[in-house]
């Protein structure tokens, strides 16, 4: 039997914690899941508890596959502390290892991430790179598979790695089976990035913002560049200078923007089909909302809509 050993550290995220446990535990008895401390002690988790687990280290040199759940990183550095690293030197050469969320942090600092593309939580790119350069961060993929070693973004991702591991080892029906039997999707279309808040800033006294919030009643409608400056009586070339320093994009982008935010906002709550939510968020051809909802979120208009419908989902749900 495939054995999956997991490592809880100190600062454990309850939550991910127990993915595994449920996904593959819910495979038909194909995978023996095991939990492991570095010192097989409690663990102390983000919550208000503990966590008493089963196994000390040694359980690390038995696994087949290693997954590293998320744990607090509020004191993340580029070096492990000596336990983490005595106990990730036992993990035997032909294992696969998973990180879920924060557990990339220990992976990289084990410097079994250098020169390979891995996936984090969005929120944490930013500490992620300054620490470890040599890694290849996108943080704005789910999870990703590079053979022996996996990584995965934030919290639920968990499940979309777990469940990939399902689908590589015993093909996707199996996957499928255990997607229902946890009640989650056996697969979700894009990122990430649509999972990202990316809000306009605040900018009352700047020079274009009138010009902003005029455009926002207009999106609907053809705006070019000209448009936008002559509403803010400026020229062309002072017109995308101060834009661009009051909102960080240039016009032409922050207009595609809006426009995919009005999209993505009548997906969410309407019924209007994809040819009308085009029209209505500026855009030529339902194609061309086709291409730009890809390009930013990774998803097609209907897939986005399946996710997002929550009104749907609590009338049916509630029997209502």
Do not use: K
Request: net charge neutral; glycine share 8%; with cysteine.
């Amino acid at each position: 039997m495939h054995r999956v050993v997991v490592l809880a550290l100190d600062g454990v995220y309850p939550f991910e914690l127990g993915i595994p446990h449920r996904v593959f535990g819910s495979a038909g008895g194909r995978y023996d899941v095991v939990t492991c401390s570095v010192d097989g002690r409690p663990v102390r988790s983000d919550s208000d508890f503990a966590v008493d687990v089963g196994h000390g280290p040694e359980a690390l040199a038995t696994a087949d596959t290693v997954v590293i759940p998320p744990f607090d990183i509020s004191q993340a550095t580029a070096e492990l502390t000596e336990p983490v690293a005595r106990a990730l030197e036992l993990i035997p050469s032909g294992a696969r290892i998973v990180s879920i969320c924060t557990g990339a942090f220990v992976l990289a600092a084990a410097g079994r991430l250098d020169g390979r593309r891995a996936a984090t939580h969005w929120a944490l790119a930013a500490d992620f790179r300054r620490l470890f350069p040599a890694v290849e961060l996108d943080a704005d993929v789910l999870f990703i598979d590079d053979g022996d070693v996996l990584t995965s973004a934030g919290a639920a991702s968990g499940m979309d790695v777990c469940l990939h591991v399902v689908r590589n080892d015993h093909g996707a029906a199996l996957a499928n089976r255990v997607a229902r039997l946890c009640v989650v999707p056996p697969w979700r279309d894009g990122g990430q990035a649509q999972y990202i808040e990316h809000p306009v800033p605040e900018t009352p006294d700047a020079g274009t913002s009138a010009t902003r919030q005029w455009a926002l009643e207009r999106l609907h409608l053809p705006l070019t560049m000209a448009d936008l400056a002559a509403h803010a009586q400026m020229s062309l070339r002072t017109f995308a200078r101060r834009f661009h320093d009051e909102v960080g994009t240039s016009p032409g982008r922050w207009v595609i923007q809006q426009r995919v935010a009005r999209a993505r906002h009548l997906l969410e709550s309407s019924d209007l089909s994809v040819d009308q939510v085009a029209a209505r968020a500026g855009f030529a051809t339902a194609a061309s909302l086709r291409q730009h909802l890809q390009a930013a979120i990774g998803v097609s208009p209907l897939a986005y809509r399946r996710t997002f419908r929550t009104a749907d989902r609590v009338r049916a749900t509630s029997g209502r």
